[in-house]
């Protein structure tokens, strides 16, 4: 074979999208595959950034939460929007899949040489020395990332998320176990750079085994026909990074990289929700509503059912982490990081709002509106930029606090979205949030009665969580039967064992 051509398995470039539209139960069978690859991963990387959180202190700490800031921004550089396009378009040509996997290793390749390059001005900008020689190692490891990224999308494409779940599972558990491991036998900054390469490798080995995506090419005049849509994809995730990380990094800047650790580490919270829920439901909702983009009644019905399994998922959680952040972060983390609990809190109230919400840009984006993102992402970053920045005065919790507040000034704007893309009225959309808000509330009331009752932290956490537990449950059950029921019923096809439809591995 011709290093320009593609094999066999890649031939379903030239066929229409994937497979037929997935019923239900085929729906909820990816979803629990979406479910296992996003725990796979996030999970035990979550555990160890704990465990390097504990073992490092926070100033120690601060210098990978610098890191973790500059790697995620490259990793959004490495695929300008092209896999996004692969995914939703309709019908993909011949040879397409092997030109956007060349301009990812180019595009890995030149950010893994400008990293090197700057690493030492990175270390200057948030005037921690010993940040420079860690970017060096992970700017090199970028083309592990940009290995991952096409394969990643050929199997969204064709829903298979049983191969995506091994994949991410595999690295996620072997690349946290590395860092782990490290970081007991004293690696010190390094852990994060073993659990990173570890997890990058493992990760591009068994997606790109089990997608067969067929060799590179340079064939980049096929890209034309994508590169409008992917530019404006990509403009727009920039503009989603900015919004997203201009907290961390004007924190790091102006506040040191300590105030960046604690500020970081509860920002994790956010991202928890956010990565696991909503890239869950993310995943799935994208190559799905593509396929009904022109049927509104579907994606109605499609939009309520996400936005209530987000809010069930997401609300009553986030606001029980929020409420026993003090508590969390002492037993956890350790007294050193008590600092971190009140900024704990206000974030994990920001990651609720944020995942339930996180189903409006995989909308936009199934229906080709990528003019209407790129707009979305201006008036967000702006927004949360005003926000930051009025926070900045305050210390780490004025900036959470501007942060949160910054994403409820725009819940409305993505609220109209949705009602534009589905027809569905706000209040409709607004119900299926109600009943677990609802119910958090009341537990948040059951945590702070056991606080002002007991004393002892463990104490405290344990018995404020069984209170807090038996309210929601007791709101839900006696307020909002019939949501309650609906999500109950969305949890057991979950995890109903069972095959999914014939077009899904899983």
């Known amino acids: 074979m011709n290093p320009g051509e593609e094999p066999a398995a890649a031939a379903s470039d030239a066929t229409p999208a994937t497979a037929s539209i997935p019923d239900r139960r085929g729906t909820f069978s990816m979803v629990r595959w979406s479910i296992a690859a996003?725990?796979?991963?996030?999970?035990?990387?979550?555990?160890?950034?704990?465990?390097?959180?504990?073992?490092?202190?926070?100033?120690?700490?601060?210098?990978?939460?610098?890191?973790?800031?500059?790697?995620?921004?490259?990793?959004l550089l490495l695929d300008q929007g092209l896999a996004v396009a692969l995914v939703q378009r309709p019908t993909?040509?011949?040879?397409?899949?092997?030109?956007?996997?060349?301009?990812n290793l180019l595009s890995a390749?030149?950010?893994?040489?400008?990293?090197?390059?700057?690493?030492?001005?990175?270390?200057?900008?948030?005037?921690?020395?010993?940040?420079?020689?860690?970017?060096?190692?992970l700017g090199a490891g970028l083309l592990l990332k940009g290995l991952a990224i096409t394969p990643r999308a050929l199997l969204q494409?064709?829903?298979?998320?049983?191969?995506?779940?091994?994949?991410?599972?595999?690295?996620?558990?072997?690349?946290?176990?590395?860092?782990?491991?490290?970081?007991?036998?004293?690696?010190?900054?390094?852990s994060m750079a073993w659990m990173v390469l570890v997890t990058d490798s493992l990760v591009a080995v068994v997606l790109t085994a089990a997608a067969k995506p067929g060799w590179p090419n340079l064939r980049f005049r096929l890209l034309a026909d994508i590169l409008p849509f992917s530019l404006r994809i990509f403009g727009s995730n920039g503009l989603a990074f900015l919004s997203r990380n201009l907290d961390n990094v004007l924190v790091g800047r102006f506040l040191g990289v300590s105030a960046l650790s604690l500020y970081s580490m509860s920002y994790r919270v956010l991202v928890i929700p956010v990565q696991f829920i909503g890239q869950t439901v993310n995943r799935v909702v994208f190559?799905?509503?593509?396929?009904?983009?022109?049927?509104k009644e579907r994606?109605?019905?499609?939009?309520?059912?996400?936005?209530?399994?987000?809010?069930?998922?997401?609300?009553?959680?986030?606001?029980?982490?929020?409420?026993?952040?003090?508590?969390?972060?002492?037993?956890?983390?350790?007294?050193?990081?008590?600092?971190?609990?009140?900024?704990?809190?206000?974030?994990?109230v920001a990651g609720a709002r944020e995942t339930v919400f996180y189903v409006t840009n995989p909308l936009m984006r199934s229906v080709g509106a990528g003019k209407l993102i790129m707009r979305y992402e201006i008036l967000a970053t702006v927004v949360q930029l005003?926000?930051?920045?009025?926070?900045?005065?305050?210390?780490?919790?004025?900036?959470?606090?501007?942060?949160?507040?910054a994403g409820f000034v725009l819940s409305p704007v993505l609220l109209a979205i949705q009602h534009r893309f589905t027809g569905l009225p706000i209040r409709s959309q607004l119900r299926r949030i109600l009943p677990p808000a609802h119910a958090g509330a009341w537990g948040v009331g059951a945590y702070l009665l056991i606080r002002w009752w007991l004393k002892a932290p463990v104490l405290v956490l344990?018995?404020?969580?069984?209170?807090?537990?038996?309210?929601?449950?007791?709101?839900?059950?006696?307020?909002?039967?019939?949501?309650?029921?609906r999500a109950i019923d969305a949890a057991r096809n979950l995890l109903r064992p069972g095959r999914g439809a014939a077009t899904q591995e899983g």
């Open 38 to 75: 996003v725990l796979g991963r996030q999970l035990p990387q979550m555990v160890a950034a704990l465990v390097l959180a504990r073992v490092l202190g926070p100033d120690t700490y601060g210098v990978i939460s610098a890191a973790t800031v500059y790697v995620t921004f490259t990793t």
């Open 92 to 103: 993909l040509i011949p040879g397409l899949s092997g030109a956007v996997a060349s301009a």
């Open 287 to 295: 190559p799905v509503f593509s396929r009904v983009s022109d049927q």
């Open 157 to 190: 494409r064709g829903l298979r998320f049983r191969s995506i779940g091994y994949g991410d599972a595999i690295g996620g558990v072997l690349g946290a176990a590395a860092g782990i491991t490290a970081a007991l036998f004293g690696a010190g900054i390094w």
């Open 386 to 405: 005003g926000g930051i920045t009025i926070g900045l005065q305050f210390g780490v919790i004025g900036v959470a606090v501007g942060l949160m507040s």
């Open 299 to 348: 994606l109605a019905a499609g939009l309520l059912m996400a936005t209530e399994m987000l809010a069930f998922a997401a609300i009553p959680p986030m606001l029980g982490i929020a409420v026993a952040a003090p508590e969390l972060i002492e037993v956890v983390l350790g007294p050193s990081w008590l600092p971190a609990a009140p900024v704990l809190a206000v974030l994990s």
């Open 462 to 485: 344990a018995v404020g969580t069984a209170a807090y537990l038996a309210a929601c449950v007791a709101v839900l059950f006696l307020a909002h039967s019939r949501a309650t029921r």
């Open 109 to 137: 390749a030149l950010l893994g040489v400008i990293t090197i390059a700057c690493s030492g001005l990175v270390a200057d900008f948030f005037s921690a020395p010993a940040l420079a020689p860690l970017l060096v190692v």
